[in-house]
């Protein structure tokens, strides 16, 4: 399979997740200023949404939104223990923090990350605020999901690194930095950040 990416970019969550699962991974980096590719073709082409993550099959078709790729790299390897069964209600809660990270949090990045207006990015900021000071209250244990590592793990760790690059004050959330360091201890996330030259 072959991941479309861009380093430190939310394709980083699907990366960590293949590592995690034992998947071999093709990488291909993508330009999102020009959308174009390492070879210089159109990305538009592979993910007309133009934007990454993409996951392309081995039959050649194209996966694309982070979090369902996340989902899907997981059913691939059930041993892994990547996401609780399909019907289970804990699946449920995964469902419902990825649905989270992705429409509540992932796009409030947006308008920091491409210069949007002043007032948006400082409604963006406040509203940020808000969302972690939520996940500071419900990471009780050691991952999102509990005890164990899951894939909305992933998600939140690239989230959470945006934070910092947006020189958000991190003291704010101590539970939250105690997960990053966690999770940065992970051998799928040191290998992800390496092969990403992060
Ligand atoms: N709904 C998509 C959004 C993905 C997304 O926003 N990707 C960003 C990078 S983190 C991107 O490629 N932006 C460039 C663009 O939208 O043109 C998902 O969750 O996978």
């Given amino acids: ?3 479309f990416y861009t380093p430190g970019a939310c394709s980083l969550s699907p990366h960590i997740v293949a590592l995690e699962a034992g998947i071999d991974l093709d990488l291909c980096k993508v330009d999102l200023k ?3 590719m390492e070879n210089g073709d159109d990305f538009r082409k592979i993910n007309p949404k133009g934007y ?3 996951l392309q099959l081995e039959g050649g078709e194209i996966l694309t939104e982070g979090a369902t790729i996340v989902q899907f790299l997981a059913e691939q ?3 892994a223990h990547l996401a609780p069964p399909v019907g289970s209600l804990a699946h449920y809660r995964l469902l419902e923090w990825l649905n989270f990270l992705s429409a ?3 796009k409030l990045f947006k308008p920091l990350f491409w210069d949007g207006p ?3 990015q400082k409604e963006a900021r406040e509203s940020l605020v808000r969302r972690f000071d939520y996940i500071e209250k419900r990471l009780v244990k050691d991952y999102l999901m509990g005890d164990e590592f ?6 939140l760790y690239v989230l959470s690194r945006w934070l910092e690059d947006q020189q958000f004050d991190m003291s704010r959330w101590p539970k939250l930095q105690a ?18 030259k992060l």
Avoid: C, G, W
């Avoid at 899951?150 to 998600?155: C, G, L, N, P, T």
């Avoid at 997960?179 to 990403?196: C, Y």
């Fill in 1 to 3: 399979m072959k991941l």
């Fill in 77 to 79: 390897k059930p041993n």
């Fill in 104 to 106: 509540e949090v992932h």
């Fill in 52 to 54: 990454i993550p993409a």
């Fill in 179 to 196: 997960f990053q360091e966690r999770m940065a201890q992970r051998p799928s996330v040191k290998q992800a950040l390496q092969e990403e």
């Fill in 150 to 155: 899951s894939v909305a793990d992933a998600y």
């Fill in 34 to 36: 020009t959308h174009t």
């Fill in 118 to 120: 002043e007032d948006e």
